[in-house]
């Protein structure tokens, strides 16, 4: 195996990276970058293209990692009450301000594109929180979070996580790409066996090898509050503020409201994941990386 150090807005070196393979994995995007809406769209969308390039170039099949964000925030939780699998359900429009979910949705219909334009074939899979070993993003922020003296319970605790491992999300996308059935579809990867939030933070209190003292705090005094701070932090333009309001918190109030069973059905995607072993394990990791 060779390993090219690049960058997916050099469109030459993606191209040469990709030479000679029959599969291109997509999977680089920024998250929360500083800089506004030019810095999600230049590596997101600039960088989708480069890599539909340099598929095209290769003649390599190309799994795209999209995200669950593709259904907006207003939209995710309107899914549940769908009927048919998600991933048919119609788009709803995205606010100007969510700038990552709007990056990820016009990234996965270039790629669709791309492959209903006969110039490529292509897949996409949409996970939702990945977590995991080598976590850089969800882990390590709740665990800074309870390694404090005191942490917020927020809500009952009874909800399920919109959490997915990241062994799930790369076993998916391998079926997914190596599979005829999944040519031009998005498959959604999102929950592994359901964790709630209270078994969520019991696991990782376990991997982190410390107790936390918590102070309960009802859901609606905290959505109260969040949508409050939020309408102050709109009200002077702070950018990414209207994103802040009470459904921010619904993470942590409402079930996973996404489903996958289209890729159980279609490709025959099943997890063996434990998902209090799974998340113990991960910040065991993170607790050992500090």
Partial sequence: MTLYDGDTQDAVAFARAAEGTQFVFHCAAAITPRGGWEAYRAPNIDGTRHAIEAAAAAGARLLHLSSVAVYGPD??????????????????????????????RESEAMVMSAHHEGRIWATAVRPCVIYGPRDR??????????????????????????????RSVAALAVLAVTSEVGAGRAYNVT???????????????????RRVRWVPVPGAVAQGALSAAGAVLRALRVPGSALLNATSLDFLLQDNPFSSERARIELGWTSDISPMDAVAEAFRDSAGRR
């Fill in 191 to 209: 929950n592994d066996p359901p964790i709630t939030v209270n078994q969520f933070y019991e696991a990782a209190q376990g991997g982190l090898e």
């Fill in 137 to 166: 993003q969800f882990v390590p922020r709740v665990a800074s979070l309870l390694r404090q003296p005191l942490a917020p319970r927020i809500g009952n605790g009874r909800a399920a996580l919109s959490i997915v491992h990241a």
């Fill in 75 to 104: 939209g995710r939780y309107a899914l549940s009450h769908g009927s048919g699998l998600q991933e048919l359900q119609p788009l709803r429009p995205i606010p100007e301000g969510a700038w990552y979910a709007r990056s990820k």
